[in-house]
């Protein structure tokens, strides 16, 4: 059993995208989750900070994660570290009397504390409940309410695996091409995880702009292929791509509502459709997002549709299953609607 420290503010995405590498993933507290397995792509994930190999579980309180660490069977030989959390500021523990307490049960056991360059970290992750609220009441998966429900939780756990967040310090405005409305690539990055992206699958984006969901594509070793309607943004994606992109890409300039491409030749389709304040829109938007929503069924069987306002009874009307939905704010004026697709 692992215990994720998931990254952003909404656990429900952050375990959504999770559950794309690892298994049984269940929030348990504001910003954690327990997962059964971790698998390849995990590094790859953009709401997860860290998974830990737990040792337990207990109330939010230094003496409890003490008696906690005490009771348990340590199998392991080298130096260690303790690194304590207040995950998301929900408790209010003093980290640092958490640490010193819980190093000293390990120094009595014999460990040795090397702080720089430990064998083994522990992690006492000190976490409310209050966060878990996030989980919506269709949320699944849902919280485990198996303990207090009112008190916080503290997860004890060596860590076995850290993301490799190297898109978080990538700004789109650092490419050669930018627009403003640009994706901030860690959303396109848990967007390209929720639509399949991984290393050997074919990932599409028949609308990609200034090609934000294509980079984290390949960064997560998928092979992209993108297409716009408008000449500029095929010749600006082209240029990122070429720029940053070590493995292969297909571009195609065409309308997202004739796709280029055979029945069932790409394993995720995920696209963020233009908003109705955009102007360059021949036609009506609804019209257009049904029409490529059917034209991204016949080419794939999962896919993730984003959007000033929810496209799910569209996607559904265009043959879709929707697995689920997220809403997320990103400034005053503009929410984005994120629609998970089978
Ligand atoms: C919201 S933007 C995508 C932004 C992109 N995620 C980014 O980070 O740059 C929508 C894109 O859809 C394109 N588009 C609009 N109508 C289209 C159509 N019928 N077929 C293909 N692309 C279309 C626009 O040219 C625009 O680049």
Not at 49 to 60: M, V
Not at 64 to 84: H, K, M, N, P
Not at 186 to 203: D, I, K, W
């Amino acid at each position: 059993m692992y215990v994720l420290e998931l990254a952003g503010q909404d656990d429900r995405f952050a375990a959504a995208e999770a559950a794309t590498a690892a298994s049984d993933v269940t929030p348990i507290a504001a910003g954690l989750a327990t997962a059964r397995g971790l698998d390849d792509g995990f590094e790859t994930l953009s709401f997860t900070h860290r998974a830990a190999e737990a040792i337990g579980r207990t109330d939010a309180s230094v003496e409890s994660a003490v008696a906690l660490l005490e009771a348990a069977t340590v199998d392991r030989s080298g130096t260690v570290a303790v690194r304590a959390r207040d995950v998301r500021s929900t408790t209010g523990i003093d980290t640092q009397a958490a640490e010193r307490a819980l190093g000293d049960v390990l120094v009595e056991r014999g460990f040795a504390v090397d702080l720089d360059d430990p064998d083994h970290v522990l992690q006492a992750l000190f976490a409310g409940r209050d966060g878990a609220s996030a989980v919506g009441p269709d949320g699944d998966p849902g919280i485990d309410r198996s303990a207090d429900p009112d008190a916080g939780v503290c997860a004890l756990g060596w860590l076995a695996a850290e993301t490799d967040r190297d898109f978080a310090d990538r700004q789109p405005t650092d490419r050669p091409f930018f627009q403003p409305g640009s994706m901030d690539p860690a959303l396109a990055r848990a967007l390209v995880n929720l639509a399949g992206g991984e290393p050997g699958a074919t990932v599409l984006d028949p609308m990609c702009g200034t090609g934000g969901l294509l980079l984290e594509a390949g960064r997560v070793g998928a092979t992209p292929i993108g297409g716009d309607v408008q000449a500029k943004m095929v010749r600006g994606t082209r240029e990122n791509l070429r720029a940053l992109l070590a493995g292969p890409w297909h571009l195609y300039r065409g309308d997202a509502r004739r796709i280029p491409l055979a029945d069932d030749s790409v394993d995720g389709v995920v696209f963020d459709a233009p908003y109705g304040r955009q102007s360059r829109i021949e036609g009506d938007l609804e019209g257009l997002v049904a029409d490529a929503l059917t034209e991204a069924r016949r080419v794939a069987d999962r896919g993730v549709v984003v959007g000033d306002r929810s496209w799910a009874a569209a996607a559904e009307a265009a043959g879709w299953t929707v697995e689920a939905t997220f809403a997320r704010r990103v400034h005053r004026s503009l929410v984005r609607h994120v629609v998970m697709l089978r």
